[in-house]
């Protein structure tokens, strides 16, 4: 079974400092790895995802995320943090032996709190 | 494309009463996921389809919980009946089948109370 630790309920930066948002899981299988923001009210969308191949992964809004096998991490970074990243974010994985095709299984989330 | 979409975004019951909610897949997506948000358990997947077919439903809390796809363009979870315990947001998902990476593509979410 897989399973995600998404360690912090809330983060507080200020803006313009580093973002960290951390992530581990636990996969009998190569994973593929997720992440998604939920902003208030709103379905999830999709920040950035690995599968295979390079281990920094580049997604939108200036995030980026590092699969690190050997920590079992996937840990989600933003270099400047600005007050349109306050949100929920959520580290999601998948089991890459069903090609993919199960639903993911999510973190309980982050709620990222922007301070002026 | 207009995404996916979910019906009613909000929803008021009471006890004891069935719930209906619909959604519709993004155009040419073979994969529908139904997903339950709670403030204690999370985001869980309840149910997935694959062309129409239910795949996996392990994750339906229990017989009052049933979902149905009867075509490319239609899902629906129903509760019946409803209890207080099920009050949570119900997303919708979907996902081609190009790729076995593809995105999940998520609604705006059904807020369910029941009273």
């Known amino acids: ?116 | 494309d207009a995404g996916v979409i979910q019906s009613p975004r909000h929803e008021v019951t009471e006890m004891g009463q069935e719930v209906t909610l619909r959604c519709k897949p993004i155009s040419g997506h073979d994969y529908l996921f139904w997903y339950r948000q709670t403030m204690m358990r999370g985001l869980e997947l309840l149910i997935y389809f694959n062309n129409n077919v239910p795949i996996d439903d392990s994750g339906m809390p229990e017989d009052r919980f049933s979902a149905k796809m009867p075509n490319a363009s239609f899902s629906t979870l129903k509760i019946q009946p409803s209890e207080p315990r099920d009050s949570a947001v119900y997303f919708c998902a979907s996902r081609p089948l190009a790729s076995s990476t593809d995105t999940q593509y998520f609604g705006p979410g059904t807020r369910l109370t029941v009273l």
């Not at chain 1, 998404?6 to 948002?21: D, I």
């Open chain 1, 1 to 116: 079974a897989q399973s995600v630790t998404q360690l912090g309920s809330h983060v507080s930066v200020s803006e313009g400092a580093l973002v960290l948002l951390r992530c581990n899981y636990s996969s009998s299988v190569p994973p593929y790895l997720f992440w998604y923001v939920q902003y208030p009210n709103q379905g999830l969308q999709l920040l950035l995802k690995y599968t295979t191949g390079a281990t920094l992964v580049k997604g939108i809004n200036g995030f980026e995320a590092e699969f690190k096998k050997s920590e079992t991490s996937f840990h989600l970074t933003k270099p400047s943090a600005h007050m349109s990243d306050a949100a929920e974010y959520f580290c999601a994985v998948s089991d890459s032996s069903g090609g993919g095709a199960d639903g993911l299984t999510f973190g309980k989330g982050t709620h990222l709190i922007i301070q002026p």
